[in-house]
């Protein structure tokens, strides 16, 4: 069974992502961040989408790895030494640590990826057109352009490689420069084409003055619903880091207590059961 | 007082002393479908925005003279009510279109202009069904196909029930079936919404049908200002219709009323027709040698079991709708596409040679030959290819530039090129290094009469030197008069391959115009240039 959350207000949809990303970047507590992990996961299960999870390990791996490597070889505080070599300790802090802090990067993707799941993007150019709308024609342009982009860029690529460039050489130098007439003639094509897209807004009366809204979003129920509920972990969130009940510092005077402190606990539970919102609110709206 | 109204109009592009719009005086009426033809950088689309008022308030500029709209000067109109009043549907769909959804898209200009919540609802709905696109209303825009966009882009202009429409070269990157249902649901609003109708385009036949008025341009200005009919007694047969120049070639004083017309004027006629001569060289040397070839695009399989050999010295077509596979097989053969099977270059395989060897054998030249442009001359851009491939010998530059009939243009910027120099550019940069094959997609797309007549006899002459060429192209006209063999194709396989009588004769798509016009009188009529003689009966 498949859900569909695109008819969530945009603004709660924006407010989610804004709040689970403060999170994110506001603390290193594992068990917070391995709620918010948990709730992605559920995110994607409900709505489909497993492939979100694969293409974020792929990102996740290889900087994990940079991430460990870089930490042993730096840091050799801590105390559970896990192995010494050319003279230098390998803890079990900084392996956690440099996990830690790579697992951040992963829960963004998670939570960036989640946008196109919990966002109506029409709903929400039409909102912030009325709102601000030089900013969203400025921002709808450059994401026009992007998918464009990459359409080109393989097109010029088999051109240019039929006029004998080598696009396949090994030196980093060579391979750089062969780009070079790719890129020249992209930007010219870019502009362009903002040029052109720009031109048929303006015939289109965009900037003419006060715009409509075609299906104006209002906020239902479950808008209001989740938007209390995100209220109160914020609200938590904040006397948790206040009170720094949220500390995590595994090199210095670890314990467990601080981990799994009965608040932590709270924030923990309170993140698990956005899940629980989302299932219950959208739980007739299938898609 | 006609509805739009522009007296005495001149224009300047912001920093250019060259005037692009001449002296224009022109009255086009209510309900009226104007078609504007002429040849590429005549001033067409600068008069569209002149009209539209993108010019001069978007472009800058210099303006003189004045456009009215309903009597009232475009320059003291409300910008809000000119975009109610005049809108524009554009060459590139890709390029008008904002947002995801169909439906959103259409409702997106009413919200520009501020129309009132509960009205938008009930307009882009019922714009939709009067386009018949409901069906697609909900799907992504990205999903829909190049003749499908650019009827939502003309969806999203109705539902302003605009006064006017004005379409700049619509149907100009659409393949001739999709063309047809832009060109059918343009009719369409002309004649039950009443709205008035400026066309700009290069492909003649099908709009001339359904155009009331044409206007020539040359140089910014006007040179004709008449009822279609009109241009059969001038000079203008670059712009005729196929059927219009087989009348003048048979001598009739009066243009027939229409195609079907024509065709019963031939078919009270006696006239003795040349049979075509068969141009194709039949060299025993094959250069491409293609067996059960197979392409797949992840489950999608592009190419099915194409088996087909090419020899030295052929001038092939390759035809066929969209999506068939024509540009795959373009590719293919290029090695840019990895496949099952065997294709063989010159003996080799494909999938062992590398791309510089292959660039050494085949020069290609892609639809766009905007392409090509890096460098800022054209000696430049074509010395970039040699260099590419270590060859020192620049004397190859001129002799290319010599033989393409563009040494004129050896230092200019190729970015300020015609779209006809463009292309020829892009076949220089191509053929400097003297390739065996030259492979061209869709090479007249966007290109005026005379560019493709130009395109045309380069094409021959340098096939005629031993080049062999192959090309993808829509455009059936100009694929019969310089192809000597057609490889015609539906969804991934060939369905027919041979010279024009085993392809074009007798075909319900594609084929000529001629060849409808005449297959109840005689079979194998294709060209023009084979009329000797008419005779009453």
Redesign the interface.
């Known amino acids: 069974m498949l859900y569909n959350f695109k008819d969530m207000h945009v603004v709660t949809a924006l407010l989610l992502i804004v709040l689970m990303t403060f999170i994110v970047f506001s603390t290193d507590n594992p068990l917070i961040l391995l709620s918010i992990f948990i709730f992605c996961q559920a995110i994607f299960m409900m709505t489909g989408s497993r492939e979100k999870i694969k293409k974020g390990l792929v990102y996740f791996i290889p900087f994990a790895a940079v991430s460990i490597i870089i930490n042993f070889l730096f840091v050799d505080e801590g105390s559970t030494i896990l192995f010494i070599a050319f003279g230098k300790n390998f803890t079990l802090e900084a392996l956690i640590y440099a996990l830690i802090f790579s697992s951040k990067l992963l829960l963004i993707i998670y939570i960036f990826s989640m946008i196109e799941l919990l966002l109506n ?2 709903g929400a ?2 909102y912030f ?2 709102i601000m709308p030089k900013s969203t024609l400025l921002l ?1 342009i450059s994401f ?1 352009l992007f ?2 982009l990459k359409r080109r860029i393989n ?2 690529r ?2 240019y ?6 696009f ?1 050489s090994k030196s980093i130098k060579e391979k750089a420069k062969s780009y ?2 790719i890129l ?2 992209l930007l ?2 870019s502009m362009e ?1 903002a040029f ?21 979003q209002k906020a239902s129920k479950k808008d209001i619903i989740l938007s209390l509920h995100m209220f109160i972990i914020l609200i938590l969130f904040i006397f948790l880091k206040f009170k720094k009940l949220d500390t995590f510092d595994i090199y210095n005077n670890f314990r467990w207590q601080v981990l799994l402190n009965y608040y932590v606990l709270l924030m923990s539970i309170a993140i698990l059961t956005l899940i629980l919102s989302f299932y219950l609110n959208w739980r007739n709206k299938e898609s | 007082m006609a509805y739009i109204e522009l007296k005495n109009l001149d224009y300047w592009y912001a920093g250019e002393d060259k005037k692009v719009l001449s002296n224009i005086n022109l009255q086009i009426e209510k309900g009226e479908i104007l078609f504007i033809v002429g040849r590429s950088g005549s001033g067409k689309s600068t008069l569209a925005k002149a009209i539209t008022g993108a010019v001069p308030q978007f472009y800058g500029g210099k303006i003189r003279g004045q456009v009215l709209i309903k009597d009232i000067p475009l320059k003291d109109m409300d910008y809000r009510e000119r975009a109610k009043e005049i809108t524009m549907v554009f060459q590139d769909p890709e390029r008008q279109l904002m947002m995801n959804k169909v439906h959103r898209e259409v409702a997106f200009g009413l919200e520009s202009v501020g129309i009132e919540e509960e009205v938008i609802e009930r307009r882009v709905w019922e714009a939709m069904q009067f386009s018949n696109i409901l069906d697609i209303a909900e799907r992504d825009i990205s999903s829909l196909s190049g003749g499908q966009k650019q009827r939502v882009a003309i969806t999203s202009a109705i539902a302003y029930l605009p006064g006017c429409i004005i379409l700049d070269e619509p149907t100009s990157q659409l393949d001739p079936s999709a063309a047809e249902e832009v060109i059918a649901l343009i009719k369409k609003i002309n004649e039950e919404l009443g709205t008035t109708i400026i066309v700009i385009e290069q492909r003649i036949d099908k709009w001339f049908d359904i155009a009331d008025r044409m206007i020539i341009m040359e140089a910014g200005a006007i040179k004709f200002n008449g009822r279609k009919e009109e241009i059969y007694v001038e000079n203008y047969e670059s712009f005729y219709p196929e059927y219009f120049k087989l009348a003048k070639r048979l001598g009739y004083k009066e243009p027939p009323r229409s195609f079907k017309h024509m065709r019963s004027l031939i078919n009270s006629e006696k006239i003795a027709i040349e049979s075509l001569k068969n141009t194709n060289k039949k060299e025993e040397v094959e250069c491409i040698n293609i067996k059960k070839l197979k392409v797949n695009y992840g489950s999608l399989q592009a190419l099915k079991n194409i088996s087909i050999n090419i020899r030295e010295g052929e001038l092939l077509g390759i035809i066929g709708s969209n999506g068939a596979g024509k540009s795959t097989l373009l590719k293919s053969i290029m090695g840019l596409f990895s496949y099952e099977g065997s294709i063989k270059l010159f003996g080799k395989e494909v999938k062992k040679l590398k791309l510089k060897e292959i660039s050494m054998l085949i020069g290609y030249v892609s639809q766009n030959p905007n392409d090509y442009i890096t460098k800022d001359t054209v000696y430049d851009e074509i010395k970039f290819t040699l260099d590419n491939h270590k060859i020192k010998d620049y004397a190859l530059i001129d002799q290319v530039l010599l033989k393409l009939g563009i040494e004129h243009l050896r230092n200019k910027n190729p970015r300020d090129l015609s779209g006809g120099e463009k292309q020829r550019v892009a076949i220089a940069s191509v053929l400097v290094t003297k390739p065996k094959i030259l492979m061209l997609d869709e090479p007249t797309r966007g290109l005026d009469y005379e560019a493709k007549v130009k395109l045309g006899k380069l094409l021959k002459e340098l096939n005629k030197e031993g080049t062999t060429i192959i090309m993808v192209t829509h455009d059936m006209e100009f694929a019969s008069k310089f192809c000597s063999r057609f490889i015609l194709m539906f969804n991934g396989s060939i369905a027919a391959s041979g010279d024009h009588h085993q392809v074009l004769d007798g075909g319900i798509y594609f084929t000529t115009s001629l060849n409808k016009l005449f297959r109840d009188k005689q079979k194998d009529v294709f060209n023009i240039s084979q009329f000797v003689e008419r005779d009453a009966l």
């Open positions: 993007n029409d150019v039409s057109s009325s709808t026009k998918p464009n097109t010029l088999e051109v490689s039929l006029r004998g460039v080598d396949e070079t007439p020249a003639n010219g094509t084409e052109d897209i720009g031109e048929s807004a303006y015939v289109r009366g965009f900037l003419s003055g006060k715009r409509s809204v075609y299906q104006r």
